[in-house]
């Protein structure tokens, strides 16, 4: 069984950079087949892609947030991590982590969230 | 920038059957957008219901189905249950990466 597990500050001070990781077992990331996704929820609202990276080390992004965020993996660690630079409060949210398999389109295995307070 | 649309509530007697929809600012959502949809209770991570337009996930029970209709994909829930009453949201593929619907909060009452 797949899971995946966010990580990271629960609170980031305004122009700071968030960085969070995801840390996925039950699955190999190097194995291929997925992207690696990163996906917020506004408190109260609803959910926004963030982008997502293949194995390889491709990324892709919204464009809304591309200037600000980076997504990398690190296969050894079979981890993947979001960094999102200038936060203001508007990037207060739950981030999550997600698996999207490139054979279905679905967004199968999510992590739990993680609550990002931007403020100082 | 097209934004994708989605009842922001609805209700439903139990048993009924109820139909959320999923559109587009602009344009019509096909096959190619692969609408899929999720579920979200209170404090939990959302679930998929439906991907790829109608195929059902793992576990889910039948009475969840997806469609296109008209210009829109389709949630279908058929004899709605108590604990249907949630968040649902759909998310399309628009090219340029993935676009989640404003959700529906569906109420069962």
């Known amino acids: 069984q797949v899971q995946l597990q966010e990580s990271g500050p629960g609170l980031v001070k305004p122009s700071q950079t968030l960085s969070l990781t995801c840390t996925v077992s039950?699955?190999?990331?190097?194995?291929?087949?997925?992207?690696w996704s990163w996906i917020r929820q506004h408190p109260g609202k609803g959910l926004e892609w963030i982008g997502y990276i293949y194995y390889s080390g491709s990324t892709y992004y919204n464009p809304s947030l591309k200037s600000r965020v980076t997504i990398s993996v690190d296969t050894s660690k079979n981890q993947f991590s979001l960094k999102l630079s200038s936060v203001t409060a508007a990037d207060t949210a739950v981030y999550y982590c997600?698996?999207?398999?490139?054979?279905?389109?679905?967004?199968?295995?999510w992590g739990q969230g993680t609550l990002v307070t931007v403020s100082s | 920038q097209t934004v994708v649309t989605q009842e922001p509530s609805f209700s439903v007697s139990p048993g009924g059957t109820v139909t959320l929809t999923c559109g587009l600012s602009s344009g019509s959502v096909s096959t190619s957008y692969y609408p899929s949809w999720y579920q979200q209770t209170p404090g939990q991570a959302p679930r998929t219901l439906i991907y790829s337009t109608n195929t059902r996930s793992s576990g889910v029970p039948d009475r969840f189905s997806g469609s296109i209709l008209g210009n829109k994909a389709a949630l279908t829930i058929t004899g709605a249950q108590a604990d249907d009453e949630s968040d649902y949201y759909c998310v399309l593929y628009m090219g340029s990466g993935w676009v989640f619907g404003g959700g529906t909060k569906l109420t069962v009452l």
């Open positions: 997600a698996r999207l398999p490139r054979y279905n389109w679905n967004f199968d295995y």
């Open positions: 039950g699955g190999s990331i190097s194995s291929g087949g997925y992207y």
